[in-house]
């Protein structure tokens, strides 16, 4: 798996990607549109107050005091319309720069076509480059027949509330954590790699951090993540996560096998919320 291999880009995913032609986008959505037409059943309902189309989020990679790379994550313009559901398209891109991008280049994207009123993938697009290393998967999900098809006759079952990589990251962010207290646990799971993972956050407190975009008031999480695949200790990341209903992730940092690497939001564009800005 690419993500153990390489913490960088596993942290540019956690939290967690080029232009396609016409023919790639229509693939994708007659495969969604055909998984639609089975459709028999309804669908949970889950309100979506923590982003709209059109926002694009901007972070900076460190490795250790190297800026290494630099990830993209953008909320299309355009609602698209499938067999009389609306689906958001979202994509992240992650690309090394500077001194790394010579000696390990790293040309990523992950998409994911999420369903806009129950918050589920139907479709998620992943195309890695790293270092001359290139693979791709494509999953798409069955929500009425709770499957999800990888492709070559591969069928895995899942859970009614699976999510991919990225989409995991946009229904996390509408989790309510008005009432959360230190020490709580939120949880979700992900389907990735031919397997489902439990990925869990705990609350460690607030904090006031310094962005680009000034001090921000934030949640602090620490993941709770495998020990000794990536990571030195099953606690060894930390993610700072704006204190707003937009519940953006800030700054990630981790201490890893190899080094540290940090990752921070340098620019925002059309967030559905204020940011929590402390002055």
């Not at 942290?11 to 986008?25: D, K, M, N, V």
């Amino acid at each position: 798996m690419t993500l153990r291999k390489h913490p960088a880009i596993a942290l540019i995913a956690i939290t967690a990607l080029l232009l396609t032609s016409a023919g790639y986008q229509e693939n994708h959505l007659a495969k969604i549109g055909s998984t639609l037409e089975e459709a028999s059943d309804k669908l949970p309902v889950r309100n979506n107050y923590a982003f709209r189309p059109g926002e694009k989020l901007t972070y900076r990679l460190h490795y250790g005091i190297i800026n290494a790379g630099e990830a993209v994550l953008e909320v299309k313009p355009d609602v698209l319309t499938i067999n009389g559901r609306q689906i958001y398209h979202i994509v992240g891109t992650g690309y090394t720069t500077g001194s790394t991008d010579w000696f390990f280049k790293v040309r990523d994207r992950y998409e994911t076509y999420l369903d806009k009123d129950a918050l589920l993938p139907w479709y998620f697009v992943r195309r890695v480059e790293e270092g001359g290393f290139k693979f791709s998967q494509d999953y798409s999900f069955n929500h009425f027949t709770k499957k999800v098809d990888i492709g070559n006759n591969q069928k895995y079952d899942i859970p009614g509330d699976v999510q991919d990589m990225v989409s995991a990251f946009y229904t996390a962010r509408n989790m309510d954590l008005s009432r959360a207290k230190t020490g709580d646990v939120m949880s979700m799971i992900c389907f990735m790699d031919k397997e489902l993972w439990p990925m869990k956050i705990k609350l460690i407190g607030r904090e006031t951090i310094d962005t680009d975009l000034g001090e921000i008031r934030c949640l602090k999480f620490r993941p709770i993540v495998q020990r000794g695949r990536v990571f030195k200790q099953e606690e060894d990341m930390t993610v700072w996560i704006s204190d707003d209903a937009n519940h953006l992730p800030v700054r990630a940092q981790a201490d890893i096998l190899v080094g540290s690497i940090k990752m921070d939001l340098t620019a925002v564009m059309n967030l559905a919320n204020p940011l929590a800005r402390a002055n």
